[in-house]
């Protein structure tokens, strides 16, 4: 089956800096999502994107389907940001693979 | 926006109670799933369905059981808990399988079994 990796693992910053996370994915797929996973456990959708670019306020990500990856950028990056951060696939299936999550933290 | 609501934010039940947890979804989406998470585990898929009534077994199914007999409610039910069922246990819905077809997430709900 797909095998989805993010990196990094953990990532910490001071409030006001930009980060990259990514997601890489070992076989094509039809869907792919970013989620943020606050502090008391919930899953906020923030992309759906397949491939291309989105943005929405301060977050944007791009999808490279070619190649296998899809980034997750922050830019001025605030303590409300802290949590994890996965990456979800499918392939022409209703199951999602999770990835295994970058949990940042964000420093006042 | 869609709004996914989940019973219970906590819940403490006992060793072979029979516990229900349910879901209700409110976007008229046809697919519904059933997830548990645990530290370095990930998140783990136990049930989904794709309408209602009908239900198909996720990665982890041992130990649970669903019923979906309205559109909205999807419901997971451990018939006997167990101390290995303490876990977070999250709810999404999604509209049907082609097009764009976000996942939602429910708040969830933090089971302990003693």
């Known amino acids: 089956g797909i095998q989805v990796e993010q990196s990094p693992p953990d990532l910490i910053l001071q409030e006001g800096a930009n980060s990259t996370l990514r997601c890489n994915f070992s076989d094509s797929v039809n869907n792919l999502q970013w989620f943020h996973q606050n502090p008391w456990g919930q899953l906020i959708n923030l992309f759906y994107?397949?491939?291309g670019t989105k943005q929405n306020g301060r977050l944007s990500a791009t999808t490279v389907a070619t190649e296998r990856y899809s980034l997750l950028y922050i830019s001025s990056s605030q303590t409300t940001d802290s949590g994890v951060y996965f990456c979800a696939v499918t392939s022409g299936t209703y199951k999602y693979i999770f990835g295994t999550g970058t949990r940042l933290k964000v420093l006042a | 926006d869609v709004k996914v609501t989940q019973s219970s934010r906590y819940l403490v039940k006992r060793t072979g109670e029979k516990v229900f947890l349910e879901c209700v979804q409110d976007m008229d989406h046809e697919n519904m799933f059933w997830y548990r998470q645990d530290p370095g585990l990930g998140l783990r898929l136990i049930y989904f369905?794709?309408?209602?009534?009908?239900?198909e077994k996720g990665d982890i199914p041992e130990g649970y059981s669903v019923s979906r007999e309205k559109k909205e409610r999807f419901s997971l039910i451990l018939e006997s808990a167990s101390t290995n069922q303490t876990s977070m246990y999250l709810c999404a819905s999604r509209a049907r399988l082609g097009g764009v077809n976000t996942q939602y997430f429910g708040p969830g709900t933090r089971l302990t079994v003693l």
């Open positions: 369905s794709y309408d209602v009534k009908m239900k």
């Open positions: 994107i397949p491939s």
